[in-house]
């Protein structure tokens, strides 16, 4: 369920990063941005939404945009 709008993208570009590394854990993606599993978790399962900075960290991260993870 979206939280003010927003829909999270994460659970498919995590599923897309598994499929090309099989070695990719949420948990190991957490540790990189600084992030504790549950946290990230709760972002995943669209229960809360990121502050600017974690948001950044995982786009980065990602590269992608802010904009393709969280869509309005």
Do not use: D, H
């Amino acid at each position: 369920m979206p939280i003010r709008g927003f829909t999270c993208n994460l659970r498919l570009l995590f599923a897309e990063e598994k499929m090309k590394n099989a070695s990719f854990t949420q948990t190991k993606f957490a540790n990189k941005i600084g992030l504790s599993s549950t946290a990230l978790s709760a972002l995943v399962t669209e229960r809360s939404l990121p502050s600017f900075e974690v948001a950044y960290a995982i786009a980065k991260e990602l590269n992608k945009s802010i904009e393709q993870i969280w869509v309005k």
